[in-house]
């Protein structure tokens, strides 16, 4: 209870410069910083005179010597920007701590100044640490620029299937922790004591010993505490904009300003939260920080930061201001269109998504199979996704794996095997199909085909083949040929200009609509964004996403106007791809509060 009672002095003696700075602080870094991250890694792009980039040259592009030497500046800055905010919030709270007064811009000058020594060689292994350890002490209410880990769904859904990626997944967040807590109190010596990195761990290090459970069970239930008070204001709000009045149906304009005024309300709370959760984690450590040196009879510094004459300080303050307005006013325009689309909201689009079934309906029916492209029909699939491969005798078996041991309990390579000894295996007692069998079974119910090469290193004349049974059928306008293999698909456009090819690939950055003699470019979701779709579309090529199973991907690939979703769930995206997009969201959410409230 004593503790509770110094977290509070601690974070109200000097209230209002925390919740100024950080407030300025948060707008200055998703309105300004972030974009300008953003902006330079495209920057690094086309500098390394990369067009684009894609799986293919993704490794040239990270090993290019200007890639390395920018990045490692950007990663400098980042982490700079970061300790900027921590330092200061330190330095404040220290100020409340000895109960003197502090002025904002001295504080921020001090952690400059206090800061900038990072850019020293020695300080490399502190970057790593603030960008991708710090961001667990608070589960992404952190000021760092890295404050979550984003894996593409492919990664995800591998990682959940396998319980080896898992344990190593929760393995290395275990390693994280235990460095976390011995390392607890390093930004407090660094900042309060002027110490280095390596001198600031030992210090942290002799001040944890002993308290590493007591001090990790707080750092668990302040974090509960936060998401609590987070998710509790959150729903309060929207259940009060709810009770207002629940806006008909009818009267769409009504509606999609009751939905846009949540939308700010939720940001705006966000942004505020932010603006003091920050303060308030760095106040609990503070005072287990204060509370051991005294235990320990160590002395406690307290730096004191030169204040700013009062002309060069009029200029520092015109200079915030005008980066929060600047900040305020990106952010917002980032807002509108993250949250409107394209000026759209509630108006029915003209677009409308395509879905594909991934390997057929590979959930309740063997993938890859005639069964699976039959129960791909039933729901309503557009289109069906399959793999092609070549047989020791050169004709052309569908299947995804070079072994097909996962699907037919056989181990054989498929470029090992005859036609015949292909179809005497079974994959869950459906036999595997030939590309000739999937194009009957698409004429025959007039569902179209995208038609993936797997080119495994073995095969003599695979696109050949493959073009030469699409021919056969005159079933060019009804299919697809994609690849990973961007080779593969030139030798397809060179055999047969008719056939519409797509590219398919798992990284996408730059100018990826410069990628040629192709007509789709099919990319993993997690590095899709709007204006790449924009780009791509002008210059009349199409935009696939693949392997989208993820209700939130699904509804934001719609609101990016992808043209056509693969998918394992085909039901849910036909079901999604046929609401409205923004506003149905939020309608959900209002909805659901309100059938709580009755």
């Known amino acids: 209870m004593r503790n509770i009672k110094k977290v509070w002095s601690l974070l109200t003696y000097h209230w209002k410069e925390l919740f100024l700075f950080e407030l300025i602080y948060k707008v200055i870094c998703y309105g300004v910083a972030v974009p300008l991250v953003r902006l330079s890694i495209s920057g690094i792009i086309w500098v390394t005179g990369f067009r684009y980039i894609t799986k293919a040259n993704l490794w040239a592009f990270l090993l290019h010597p200007v890639t390395i030497l920018l990045a490692l500046v950007l990663l400098f800055l980042m982490t700079w920007f970061s300790m900027i905010d921590i330092s200061t919030v330190i330095y404040i709270l220290d100020r409340a701590y000895q109960k003197k007064g502090v002025s904002i811009l001295a504080a921020v000058r001090f952690s400059i100044a206090n800061t900038k020594k990072i850019f020293h ?23 760092g620029m890295i404050n979550s880990i984003v ?12 319980w080896y990626f898992m344990l190593l997944l929760y393995g290395g967040m275990a390693v994280i922790v235990f460095f976390l807590l011995r390392w607890l109190f390093l930004f407090h010596s660094f900042t309060l004591e002027g110490t280095n990195f390596h001198d600031s761990k030992v210090v942290s290090i002799r001040l944890v010993k002993g308290y590493r459970l007591k ?9 509960l505490v936060l998401s609590f008070l987070y998710w509790l204001v ?17 009267h769409p304009v009504a509606g999609s300003i009751l939905y846009s005024v949540i939308l700010v309300f939720l940001s705006v709370i966000m942004i505020l939260f932010l603006a003091m959760a920050f303060p308030f984690i760095y106040s609990v450590i503070s005072v287990l920080y204060y509370s051991r040196k005294e235990s320990l009879g160590e002395e406690i510094k307290h730096p004191e930061a030169k204040e700013i004459p009062k002309k060069p300080a009029r200029r520092f303050r015109a200079l915030v201001l005008v980066a929060f307005f600047v900040a305020v006013g990106v952010g917002s325009v980032f807002l509108y269109g993250v949250t409107r689309g394209k000026y759209d909201l509630l108006i029915e689009n003209v677009h409308s ?30 289109w069906i996704e399959l793999d092609v491969q070549q047989l020791k005798d050169g004709n052309l078996i569908i299947c995804h794996d070079k072994n097909v041991k996962r699907v037919t309990g056989v181990n054989r390579n498929v470029w090992d095997m005859t036609l015949e000894e292909a179809k005497s295996l079974d994959v869950d007692g ?8 999937a194009i009957e079974f698409a004429i025959e119910t007039g569902i179209r085909l995208n038609i993936e090469i797997k080119p495994t290193g073995h095969e003599t004349n695979l696109e050949e083949e ?65 204006s790449m779709v924009s780009a791509i579309h002008n210059e009349g090529m199409q935009v696939w996403v693949w392997t989208v199973n993820n209700e939130d991907n699904i509804i934001r690939m719609i609101d990016h106007d992808v043209d056509n979703i693969i998918t394992d769930r085909v039901p849910l995206v036909k079901e999604l791809a046929n609401e409205s997009r923004t506003g149905n969201a939020v309608a959900e959410v209002v909805e659901g509060v309100g059938k709580l409230l009755k």
Request: contains cysteine; glycine residues 6%; negative net charge.
């Open 215 to 223: 001090f990790l069970l707080v750092l668990v239930i302040l974090e």
């Open 234 to 250: 959150s729903l309060g709000g929207v259940a009060i904009i709810t009770l207002i009045g629940n806006i008909p149906s009818a």
């Open 353 to 382: 998504v395509q879905v594909t079934a991934h390997r057929g309906i590979s959930e309740g029916y063997p993938e890859n199979t005639i069964a699976s492209f039959r129960g791909a029909y039933e729901d309503g699939a557009d």
């Open 121 to 143: 060689p020695r300080y490399l292994a502190l970057v790593g640490y603030v960008l991708f350890m710090v961001p667990f002490i608070h589960l992404g209410l952190s000021t």
């Open 430 to 437: 459906e036999p595997m199909p030939t590309l000739d069998e």
């Open 466 to 530: 493959v073009v030469a049974s699409i021919e056969k059928y005159l079933f060019q306008p009804n299919c697809v040929v994609s690849s990973f293999n961007h080779n593969s698909l030139k030798k397809v456009k060179e055999l047969d200009p008719m056939i519409t090819t797509g590219y398919i690939t798992d990284v996408a950055a730059g100018q990826m609509e410069e990628i040629e003699q192709v007509d789709i470019i099919a990319i993993e979701p997690t590095f899709v964004t709007e």
């Open 151 to 162: 894996r593409p769904e492919y990664i995800a859904e591998r990682v959940n299937d396998h």
